[in-house]
């Protein structure tokens, strides 16, 4: 521009952020652009509201989307994940319909139709079982299988200690990520999105917004502006907003104690947590074939098919007591080789030769409460709404997550899904939604 490509010290790189927009989405993954996009498709307004999406790493080398291994399944025990799994699936067969872009190329998410392959132990089998009766009625295509049919089915699975799998049959598999991101981000900017490179660090709420509700003894208030930081330098830019979409997954805990929100008022405390979550990558020319699916065994362990050149993904969630410092995205080895190999190896007797290629880490954005997404109004802070703390099943629910806090913007309600039971009341009440269906 007028420094002729060179950006003088001290000054932010890339584009400052507007002074001000109608709702502010905070995290720009998978879920903070579905967020905006549904805003804009709801809205149907080319040039209505003005949408901020503030993401801190523009190059999504940290980012929880892109570092997971893209799985999508039906298979939970929860209504809501079932119904949220449901939509999305159905969302993703019709991608080009929803997020194609005039005089694009097509999108293709690369999604593999393998299922999704649950082991049950004698202990857990009757569990097991009544959770597919649950998904049945939800209308989900999934089968259960005995010891017998599963070895029919997958010769060279180990049943020892099986007594009984469920398999899904329909719009169960993987895809990339990176291209589901990407095809929201396009599309939300088509339709007048706004981006900037930053980190919301400090909000400011006026006095004269807080305010007792008719018929009840709670205070509330109003977010009035977000302090978006720029990267590589201390400037910040206030930006004037009607409406906060916290959608910052990991950090969404973190960002309730930023500077400028009322202490009291952000009581109870938000329970997400970034959680470090290894993911491996090896070789094994003899390992299972095309027809492999996402396999999650007895043990947590799961793996999956990487290609057709007999590479393969997996790993697990530690326990509560080995969690690794989430500090940083290290890869311990160590925790292949000693916890997940073993499990897999028993489980898959090819596996017991195989080549280690690569590791890395993600994060998991981990509601120590019941692992389940927070979805809707904050009770005390009017105009900030949330969307986190899916514990690991994000990117899957990303398509119907942004539609429910879309549709809450605009209409002030739930019009696809139900998700009442995901809100804030649980975490005040201390009821808890439990999911068997983490991995």
Not at 31 to 54: N, Y
Not at 112 to 121: I, K, M, R, V
Not at 226 to 249: F, K, L, T, W
Not at 358 to 383: C, E, I, M, R
Request: proline fraction near 8%; charge should be negative; hydrophobic fraction near 40%.
């Amino acid at each position: 521009g007028g420094w002729g490509g060179w950006t003088p010290p001290g000054l932010p790189s890339g584009p400052r952020p507007p002074e001000e927009a109608d709702v502010v989405v905070v995290g720009g993954g998978v879920v903070g652009w579905s967020v905006a996009f549904w805003l804009k498709a709801l809205e149907g307004q080319r040039h209505g509201m003005r949408v901020l999406v503030v993401e801190r790493d523009p190059t999504y080398s940290r980012a929880s989307t892109v570092l997971s291994v893209g799985g999508i399944r039906q298979q939970f025990s929860l209504p809501e994940n079932i119904q949220m799994s449901r939509f999305s699936a159905s969302f993703l067969r019709n991608i080009n319909e929803h997020l194609g872009v005039p005089n694009k190329s097509p999108i293709d998410i690369q999604f593999q139709p393998s299922g999704y392959l649950f082991l049950a132990p004698l202990e857990h089998a009757a569990g097991l079982e009544a959770t597919v009766q649950l998904q049945r009625e939800e209308g989900v295509q999934v089968a259960l299988l005995s010891p017998t049919q599963l070895k029919e089915k997958f010769p060279w699975i180990d049943t020892e200690d099986v007594a009984v799998a469920s398999y899904g049959l329909q719009d169960e598999g993987w895809f990339d990520p990176w291209t589901l991101l990407q095809a929201f981000r396009h599309k939300a900017m088509s339709l007048g999105v706004l981006s900037c490179s930053g980190e919301v660090r400090g909000f400011v709420t006026s006095a004269k917004d807080a305010m007792v509700p008719q018929g009840s003894s709670a205070v509330t208030a109003r977010i009035r502006y977000v302090h978006v930081h720029m990267p590589d330098s201390r400037e910040y830019q206030p930006v004037a907003c009607a409406i906060v979409v916290n959608a910052a997954g990991a950090w969404a805990g973190e960002l309730l104690g930023a500077a400028g929100l009322p202490e009291g008022l952000c009581q109870p405390p938000l329970p997400i947590q970034p959680r470090k979550r290894y993911v491996f990558s090896w070789h094994c020319p003899d390992g299972p074939g095309f027809s492999c699916p996402l396999l999650v065994d007895t043990t947590g362990a799961y793996f999956r098919r990487d290609g057709i050149a007999g590479n393969y993904l997996g790993g697990m969630s530690p326990t509560e007591e080995e969690e690794p410092d989430a500090g940083d995205l290290l890869v311990d080895h160590n925790f292949f080789q000693e916890q997940v190999w073993p499990r897999l190896s028993r489980r898959v007797p090819a596996f017991s030769s195989l080549c280690l290629r690569s590791a890395w880490s993600g994060y998991y954005d981990y509601n120590t409460f019941d692992q389940n997404g927070v979805l809707g109004p904050h009770p005390k802070l009017n105009n900030l709404f949330l969307a986190a703390g899916f514990s690991g099943h994000g990117l899957q629910h990303a398509p119907a997550t942004g539609r429910a806090v879309a549709e809450l913007v605009l209409r002030g309600r739930y019009e696809s899904l139900d998700l009442r039971r995901l809100g804030w009341q649980r975490l005040e009440e201390g009821k808890r939604l439990d999911e068997k269906g983490v991995v």
